[in-house]
T-cell receptor, first 113, second 114 residues
Framework: GQQLNQSPQSMFIQEGEDVSMNCTSS?????WLWYKQDPGEGPVLLIA?????ELTSNGRLTAQFGITRKDSFLNISASIPSDVGIYFC?????????????FGKGTKLTVNP | EPEVTQTPSHQVTQMGQEVILRCVPI?????FYWYRQILGQKVEFLVS????????KSEIFDDQFSVERPDGSNFTLKIRSTKLEDSAMYFC????????????FGEGSRLTVL
């Protein structure tokens, strides 16, 4: 099945620093999504990307869908303590007439005040 | 803001016991899902449900698992005879056409099998 390689696995940064994480795959996806999971909570959608090359911002978050539709990055600028959590990329693809969603393994972000 | 709600938030059970996890999806959503997340690992797809039937299921969703929408609001996941390796967070999610992977997740039910 489709696999997403997400990196880095974890990041420890100081408040105010910028953060970058990415996902790659050997497979093509129709849609890329970035979710954030706070401790003890379910994933919450941050950004959805639909077109190859699309660059989308949501506040301090910026994400891009790679031209080849096989990769994406997520940047967080000027990090704050509430940015801590696990960030998952997810790719949606079509198979057998249905849409499927596969998640990366996540990037655990720790922000030191 | 509408949200997906799940109960219980945590359940501890003995191996071999039956467990039912409950979810109330967002009211106007038509697609319902269960995902599983073993501690420290990624979120894994279990099953999707549409129009009162399973539309897709993963290899994880074996004969021990079943889903049901017994009324107009609840969506349940039943594990018939739990195993130690079923210990995980189980997330319910829902969305509505056009489905583009933008899932709305509940807060999860933590299952601990002893």
């Amino acid at each position: 099945g489709q696999q997403l390689n997400q990196s880095p696995q974890s990041m420890f940064i100081q408040e105010g620093e910028d953060v970058s994480m990415n996902c790659t795959s050997s497979s093509i996806f129709n849609t890329w999504l970035w979710y954030k999971q706070d401790p003890g909570e379910g994933p919450v959608l941050l950004i959805a990307l639909y077109k190859a090359g699309e660059l989308t911002s949501n506040g301090r978050l910026t994400a891009q869908f790679g031209i080849t539709r096989k990769d994406s990055f997520l940047n967080i600028s000027a990090s704050i303590p509430s940015d801590v959590g696990i960030y998952f990329c997810a790719g949606q693809y079509s198979q057998g007439g249905s849409e499927k969603l596969v998640f990366g393994k996540g990037t655990k972000l720790t922000v030191n005040p | 803001e509408p949200e997906v709600t799940q109960t219980p938030s945590h359940q501890v059970t003995q191996m071999g016991q039956e467990v039912i996890l409950r979810c109330v999806p967002i009211s106007n959503h038509l697609y319902f899902y269960w995902y599983r997340q073993i501690l420290g690992q990624k979120v894994e797809f279990l099953v999707s449900f549409y129009n009162n039937e399973i539309s897709e299921k993963s290899e994880i969703f074996d004969d021990q698992f079943s889903v049901e929408r017994p009324d107009g609001s609840n969506f349940t996941l039943k594990i018939r005879s739990t195993k130690l390796e079923d210990s995980a967070m189980y997330f319910c999610a829902s969305n509505t056409p056009p489905s583009t992977g933008e899932l709305f997740f509940g807060e999860g039910s933590r299952l601990t099998v002893l």
